[in-house]
């Protein structure tokens, strides 16, 4: 076959990995765990981390949690 012929092939734009779709690690979520536990600041962080912009997967986890809180305070 020619040379040529074979890189033709498709042009696939670069792939720009968005740091806020990467998967916590487990020191990641320690730090979360811990930081929720001091009471205040824990509650603070935990409304920042769900209605700031940062990582989805701790945001969603920090809305679940303050869903949960409000059920278990009703």
Do not use: H
Not at 6 to 15: D, E, K, L, V
Not at 31 to 50: D, E, K, R
């Amino acid at each position: 076959m020619d040379n040529n012929y074979m890189n033709q092939g498709y042009q696939y734009a670069p792939q720009y990995e968005d740091p806020n779709n990467k998967p916590l690690d487990i020191k990641d979520w320690l730090i979360v765990l811990i930081v929720q536990m001091i009471p205040c600041i824990g509650f603070i962080m935990t409304l920042v981390w769900a209605f700031g912009s940062g990582n989805v997967n701790r945001k969603r986890y920090c809305q679940a949690n303050l869903i949960i809180m409000l059920i278990s305070f009703i």
